[in-house]
């Protein structure tokens, strides 16, 4: 059984209909990668999974239990967590403030607090040293690294990212993709939304790619690399 599934799902903006029975499978302790254009419906995707949208048809499970009528925070509860498009980061709270919003399921002054902050702190050196600065002070990398470490306090079994790499220099590109890698041996499964799918499919373990909001490929991540059409539409190769 798939930790997460979503089976022939459809989801609207109103009359506009942005996912057009997308099904796909996340087991437990991988890297799964959503690839495709921008309007695709990759982010559409990661919403309806966590709760801010509601399909019109079809269910998404975790680890077998139906959470597509569920609330967003009690999806948190359940263990899906997002660091979502734009960071969106509390610009004048402070680092640690951060964090505590995403640790707001559980005491900020349990032992399961202050082991998390620990390990978000371990995986991002730089919060450490910042960690009473305010958020909208930081640098886009800085401020990448709090989004994906505040959605890590809530412990999730299923970490949903979203662009993680947009407006970012190569290097902090490079940066963020090697903590995503170790988030992932650390036991942490992801679902990761990346328009630079040259370095999606160079982590994850399989890959979709959305078009239209319908899924028009699926394999390995080395499959897709390889694929003509992905490396033409997507890889920038000829």
């Known amino acids: 059984m798939a930790l997460l599934e ?21 087991d437990q302790g991988e890297i799964v990668t959503l690839i495709g254009s921008n309007g695709a419906g990759k982010s559409t995707t990661l919403r309806t999974i966590s709760g801010l949208l509601t399909p019109r ?11 597509d009528r569920v609330p967003p925070h009690t999806i948190v509860n359940l263990g899906i967590s997002q660091s979502p498009e734009g960071r969106r980061i509390f610009p004048r709270l ?7 919003m995403g640790a707001y399921i ?3 002054h349990s032992p399961e607090f202050r082991a998390d902050l620990d ?17 909208g002070t930081l640098s886009g990398g800085e401020q990448q690294m709090l989004a994906i470490g505040r959605a890590l306090m809530a412990r999730p079994k299923v970490l949903l990212l979203d662009e993680p790499s947009m407006g970012l220099a190569p290097v902090i590109v490079e940066q ?9 041996q650390q036991g942490t499964t992801i ?25 028009v490929l699926e394999d390995t991540a080395a499959s897709l690399q390889s694929n003509e059409m992905v490396q033409k539409a997507y890889l920038g190769l000829d």
């Not at 679902?191 to 319908?214: C, T």
Request: glycine fraction near 8%; hydrophobic fraction near 45%.
């Open 176 to 184: 963020i993709f090697d903590i995503i890698k170790d988030i992932n």
């Open 57 to 67: 048809q079809g269910q998404v499970t975790l680890a077998g239990r139906r959470i």
């Open 94 to 100: 402070t680092v640690l403030e951060n964090l505590e």
């Open 119 to 135: 390990r978000v702190m371990t995986l991002f050196p730089r919060l450490r040293e910042r960690v009473k600065q305010k958020g």
């Open 191 to 215: 679902l990761l939304v990346e328009q630079n799918a040259l370095m999606a499919l160079a982590i994850a373990h399989r890959g979709y790619v959305l078009q239209s909001g319908k899924i």
């Open 6 to 26: 979503l089976t022939n799902v459809h989801t609207y903006y109103g009359q506009i209909h942005a996912l057009k029975g997308i099904s796909l499978t996340v």
């Open 106 to 108: 559980h005491s900020t």
